[in-house]
């Protein structure tokens, strides 16, 4: 029901409509999905589709702020999902990295990062379609790196989505796996889910950012119907 529908999309079912979900509830399979929960300045928050530090969150930050204009409000989710991307890659080519004190299950990848995501699912934000084989029932999470040198390649993924091709650049994006994310940095907005932090009303007079992130395997239960469609290959 939403503009991305990123869940539905995971779960193969949002081709399907309201009324045949609901009509296949009877027969329908449960599906556990992993949840995670990132601890920082603002307490302790759940998310189902991912935290990230980066291109996406200060996208999402200009957004929310009215900051910008330039998206389309003609009201249909494929032109503003369209003029999203068409916003990060302009932020990708102007933006900048955020560099980041970083410990995956205990190892330290810190760096300079122009993009952090840790996703639970395949998709993120205007069906960025990050991590292909994304297993959302593993009890892990699947944690999308792009520093400075990997710019070029985020920015062939985002012109392939714009021009609806097929895309090889997203597989060269580096992922890793991990149960225990550690992030620590200075000055930069964050993401969980469709919300970004800090808001106005939200900021705290602190030097940095440290954020604790686990996940919690099988935490959610999505009823599944038969009719359901199979998760895309390609986006």
Same mark, same amino acid.
């Given at each position: 029901?939403?503009?991305?529908?990123?869940?539905?999309?995971?779960?193969?079912?949002?081709?399907?409509?309201?009324?045949?979900?609901?009509?296949? $509830?009877?027969?329908?399979? &449960?599906?556990?999905?992993?949840?995670?929960?990132?601890?920082?300045? $603002?307490?302790?928050?759940?998310?189902?589709?991912?935290?990230?530090?980066?291109?996406?969150?200060?996208?999402?930050?200009?957004?929310?702020?009215?900051?910008? *204009? =330039?998206?389309?409000?003609?009201?249909?989710?494929?032109?503003?999902?369209?003029?999203?991307?068409?916003?990060?890659?302009?932020?990708?080519?102007?933006?900048?990295?955020?560099?980041?004190?970083?410990?995956?299950?205990?190892? *330290?990848?810190?760096?300079?990062?122009?993009?952090? =995501?840790?996703?639970?699912? &395949?998709?993120?934000?205007?069906?960025?379609?990050?991590?292909?084989?994304?297993?959302?029932?593993?009890?892990?999470?699947?944690?999308?790196?792009?520093?400075?040198?990997?710019?070029?390649?985020?920015?062939?993924?985002?012109?392939?989505?714009?021009?609806?091709?097929?895309?090889?650049?997203?597989?060269?994006?580096?992922?890793?796996?991990?149960?225990?994310?550690?992030?620590? $940095? =200075?000055?930069?907005?964050?993401?969980?889910?469709?919300?970004?932090?800090?808001? =106005?009303? *939200?900021?705290?007079?602190?030097?940095?950012?440290?954020?604790?992130?686990?996940?919690?395997?099988?935490?959610?239960?999505?009823?599944?119907?038969?009719?359901?469609?199979?998760?895309?290959?390609?986006?």
């Amino acid at each position: 029901m939403g503009t991305a529908n990123n869940i539905a999309n995971t779960l193969g079912i949002a081709e399907v409509t309201v009324q045949n979900l609901i009509r296949g $509830w009877k027969t329908a399979r &449960c599906v556990n999905v992993d949840a995670g929960v990132a601890k920082g300045p $603002w307490g302790s928050q759940y998310f189902v589709e991912g935290f990230g530090i980066g291109l996406f969150a200060e996208a999402m930050h200009r957004i929310e702020s009215g900051k910008i *204009d =330039e998206l389309p409000d003609s009201g249909r989710s494929e032109h503003i999902m369209n003029g999203v991307l068409a916003l990060l890659k302009k932020q990708l080519r102007d933006g900048r990295s955020v560099k980041m004190t970083v410990r995956l299950d205990g190892k *330290d990848v810190s760096g300079d990062y122009v993009l952090l =995501e840790a996703l639970n699912i &395949c998709f993120i934000g205007p069906n960025l379609y990050l991590v292909p084989h994304a297993d959302i029932s593993d009890g892990f999470l699947d944690v999308v790196f792009v520093t400075r040198r990997e710019r070029a390649k985020l920015g062939r993924y985002l012109t392939e989505r714009l021009k609806r091709k097929k895309s090889r650049s997203r597989s060269k994006l580096t992922t890793r796996k991990g149960r225990h994310l550690q992030v620590e $940095w =200075e000055s930069s907005p964050i993401h969980l889910d469709d919300k970004h932090w800090p808001r =106005e009303k *939200d900021r705290v007079p602190v030097r940095s950012n440290a954020i604790d992130i686990k996940i919690h395997p099988g935490a959610l239960v999505f009823l599944v119907p038969k009719t359901r469609k199979p998760i895309p290959t390609q986006s």
